[in-house]
Every structure is written in C-alpha cells, then in structure tokens.
C-alpha cells in the first residue's frame, strides 16, 4: 500500500499564481485533513473532510479552497498565491472520527511563493 | 479548544546523552496524548500514543513518555540518544469528545551530534 501520497513534493510559485496540491490515499480511511508547517510554529490545520462530499474549515483557511469528490482524494486550492503561503504542507488521514485512532500523513509539499 | 505547549525549541546534544522534551497542554476534559516523529525530509511518524492506563508509555526506538494528569503534561524521554535520533518531535493532543481534531505543539527540533 502506498499510504498516503502528495504531489508535488516542491512547487515555486509566482504571487497572484493558482496551484492544487493534490492528496490521494488507499487506505480507505474517512477522514482526511489538510495541515501547513511553519517553522517553529507547528502544524496548523487548513481545511478537512469527514467523508466524500464534505468539507470544514480548519484553524487557518483563507486563501485555500478544498474539495472531496471520493474518498481517495482530498485536492488543496490555492487561487491567488501570496508570500504568506509560504510553507510545507501536509495531507493527513484518519481511519474514522474516534480520537484513539492514528493519523497517517504524506510526506509533505514544500511550496514557495516569490 | 485545547492547546499544547513544547518549549526548548532547539535541542542539541551529543550521543548516549539522555533527552526529555516538555509537553503541556490546556483542556479540561479527558485526551488522548500522541508524540510524533519527523526525520529530516520526511513525513511525520507516530511515535507513541497515550488513550487510557499505564500512565508510562513504551514507543518505538526506546522511547518512552509519561502522562501526568496533575501537571497536564505527556513529556518524552529517551535515556541515550543516537545521531539516527536527529529530527523534530511533536507533541498533539486530541480530545475524547468534541471536535475530532489534533492540535500540535510547535515542534521540537533535536540535533545530536555523534
């Protein structure tokens, strides 16, 4: 199983470009969540799904957009990229909503806007 | 919402060295308590989890962390570190009822020198 996947692993984008950074996963898992990494500030979630068809904002969603049309796919939008976008990003799933469960993450997308 | 608290951001220190990394967090109910481990230019990986009993933990590669209710704390411990144990460690919590979500700590970054 490949887990959880993201693409691109690197991205530089020009201010005012648009992008998706995609998620797939094979895991069959329910949950899944869009997070970015700042240097010493943590993870901070963005945005996250409970399931295909159904989407909530995290923490820090302004500027992303998210959809979830299956299960396996969790896209994150950037329509207008600006310097505070700056980050890596980390696409996370979860088998179900229960907190006893793992999370499993992508080895992240490393995105800088110039 | 809860909240977690990692102090000592940078860690440095030489092999066979014991490390303890703080955490603390803010929330009132019962949680399940999750340290992560990520190695550089890698995903984050589950270390070790806390849901329920034994209040000391045994995670993977030697570590271990201890719940303190009291103190609201879940502080990481490794008695003899390696130069392999080079990576950012996160502290999360989660709460058993309310919002399914993880919040992270801001990470500790831990260098060992061999």
């Known amino acids: 199983n490949a887990g959880v996947t993201q693409t691109p692993k690197f991205r530089i984008l020009k201010i005012g470009q648009s992008m998706t950074l995609q998620c797939t996963q094979d895991m069959n898992h329910n949950y899944m969540y869009w997070y970015r990494q700042d240097p010493g500030m943590g993870l901070k979630l963005i945005y996250y799904?409970?399931?295909?068809?159904?989407?909530d904002k995290g923490e820090v969603p302004n500027g992303y957009n998210v959809s979830r049309s299956t299960t396996e796919d969790f896209p994150l939008r950037l329509e207008l990229a600006a310097p505070s976008q700056t980050s890596v990003y980390f696409c996370?799933?979860?088998?179900?909503?229960?907190?006893?469960?793992?999370?499993?993450f992508g080895q992240g997308t490393r995105l800088t806007v110039v | 919402a809860q909240s977690v608290s990692q102090h000592n951001h940078h860690v440095i220190l030489s092999e066979a060295a014991s490390l303890e990394l703080g955490c603390n967090y803010s929330?009132?109910?019962?949680?399940?308590l999750f340290w992560y481990v990520q190695y550089p230019g890698q995903h984050l990986q589950l270390l070790l989890k806390y849901f329920s009993g034994d209040p000391l933990v045994k995670g993977i590669k030697g570590f271990e962390a201890e719940f303190i209710k009291s103190k609201f704390s879940f502080n990481l411990r490794k008695p003899s570190v390696q130069w392999s144990d080079t990576a950012e460690y996160f502290c999360a919590v989660n709460a058993q009822r309310g919002n399914n979500r993880l919040a992270f700590g801001k990470g500790n970054q831990v260098v060992v020198i061999p």
């Open positions: 929330y009132g109910g019962t949680v399940n």
């Open positions: 799904s409970v399931g295909a068809g159904i989407t």
């Open positions: 996370a799933t979860k088998e179900d909503g229960s907190p006893n469960t793992e999370a499993f």
